[in-house]
């Protein structure tokens, strides 16, 4: 890997771990502040909002100028909405703002690695990136709880600038004023991000024909014979896990009786296990055989479903770490399939958007079903076992899909995979 891969990885982890810790930040005002601690899973579908609703813009934007300066731009924006919950503006809005600088990030931040590196470095790349990615959720999560812990928080208010009253006084306030350190962070790693000398277009000022060149996108992955298997199990595996993140806070309250700065430490557990599983990944399965790794996906939502009879928290946490294995173990060769499928089609940043449409409309989905389910009254176990239920249900309809499509496009399948593997050697 070169140098200019290591600060792409740099700023995407300082930025991954702002968003993650200014989460738990963001569930704390809701509970304490505004005694609405139902809107919780709400944040990230605010978050999420603008990956759907800008996605044929974002992808564009993303391949208009060099994608350090897109990443910057889209930093900045973060900064904004982070900085928006220090002037008392609803967290739902501000967290929704942050998402907008995440919506714009994403194309650059993945559409930078087709750029950047040749083939047969992609699924080590993406098992770099989702590691660090992990890395920074475990401790994203971690910086969180211990931020908006009292005895912390209580040490951080004794800092003050002299001669300066910056009104920061309570855990939250705390919080997002550390939080809002790593931001800046990325914004300087995206000062160095490397101009990869691709040649880059203008935006088409037209709205309508980006929305009609993005729907074009879209039909393009789903009718490829392997783009639409891997963009359907990395949109399972994203929507998924974004649901799991409030399931296992709400969880460890109910089951474990843990406090909220505690239970994020179990999110960062389940990350872990996440990396390990992106790691093994990385190591034993080529690009060519990223398929294989479906039946594994099938399993997760059996483990999931496990949660509701453990209460030993040295077994909850194993399990937890088992859980995220599985999940990383599965959807990194998947995502690094999609992005070889989606450069070929429709470009880094086009693909890059069309992933981030379909997983995004689908944590909208997902999050928003156990957010009615939480208004219905379900109990935390009964939303767990619907969840693992329906996980590996639709791993099983996705595995039969692909059987069929090898039984009537077999020889079309091989043709790409052998694309891949021909890519996946200098």
């Known amino acids: ?16 771990l702002a968003d993650n810790a200014l989460l738990i930040a963001a569930i704390l005002l809701l509970i304490d502040f505004f005694h609405r601690p139902e809107y919780s899973p709400l944040l990230k579908f605010y978050f999420t909002v603008s990956y759907v609703v800008l996605a044929p813009f974002v ?35 501000a967290y929704g703002i942050v998402g907008l600088g995440a919506a714009a990030y994403s194309p650059a ?25 992990v890395a920074a959720i475990i401790l994203g999560t971690v910086v969180g709880g211990m931020l908006i812990n009292p005895s912390i928080s209580a040490q951080l208010a004794q800092f003050d600038l002299p001669g300066i009253e910056t009104g920061i006084d309570t855990a939250p306030e705390m919080a997002i004023s550390v939080i809002a350190v790593f931001y800046l962070l990325a914004a300087l790693f995206n000062l160095y991000v490397p101009n990869t000398g691709v040649d880059h277009k203008p935006v088409k000022r037209n709205p309508w024909f980006l929305v009609r060149d993005f729907s074009h996108c879209v039909k393009l992955l789903w009718m490829d014979k392997l783009g639409q298997i891997s963009l359907a199990v990395t949109t399972l595996f994203w929507a998924a896990g974004a649901t799991l993140q409030f399931i296992v806070l709400d969880w460890a309250k109910v089951a474990l009786g843990l406090s909220l700065d505690k239970a994020s430490m179990l999110q960062g557990v389940v990350a872990i296990g996440v990396a390990i599983g992106a790691i093994t990944a990385a190591r034993i399965i080529p690009i060519h055989k990223s398929v294989n790794v479906l039946p594994v996906g099938a399993m997760m939502g059996i483990f999931v479903i496990s949660m509701v009879a453990v209460t030993y928290l040295p077994l909850v946490m194993l399990l937890m770490i088992l859980i995220g294995a599985i999940a990383g173990f599965f959807v990194v060769p998947m995502n690094a399939l999609l992005q070889h499928r989606g450069h070929i089609l429709v470009g880094a940043g086009h693909s890059i958007a069309v992933q981030n449409f379909n997983e995004n409309a689908g944590i909208l989905v ?8 939480q208004k219905a009254d379900v109990s935390v176990n009964g939303a767990i076992i619907i969840f693992g239920l329906f996980v590996s249900a639709i791993m099983l309809f996705i595995m039969n899909w692909h059987r069929c499509n090898v039984t009537r496009h077999g020889a079309e399948i091989e043709k790409l995979l052998d694309v891949a593997r021909t890519s996946s050697h200098p």
């Not at 890997?1 to 991954?16: D, E, K, L, P, T």
């Not at 934007?61 to 300066?69: E, V, W, Y």
């Not at 750029?115 to 990136?129: D, K, R, T």
């Open 59 to 93: 992808g564009a934007f993303a391949d208009s100028m060099p994608k350090g300066q897109v990443m910057l731009i889209s930093n900045t924006i973060k900064i904004g909405g982070c900085l928006l919950l220090l002037f008392n503006v609803h967290p739902l809005l």
């Open 1 to 16: 890997m070169n140098r200019g891969f290591y600060i792409i990885m740099a700023a995407q982890f300082c930025s991954a």
């Open 109 to 133: 931040k993945y559409g930078i690695l087709t750029e950047l590196l040749p083939p047969n470095q992609l699924v080590l790349a993406n098992a770099w990136i989702e590691g660090l990615t």
């Open 366 to 373: 997902m999050v928003g079903t156990y957010y009615l389910l």
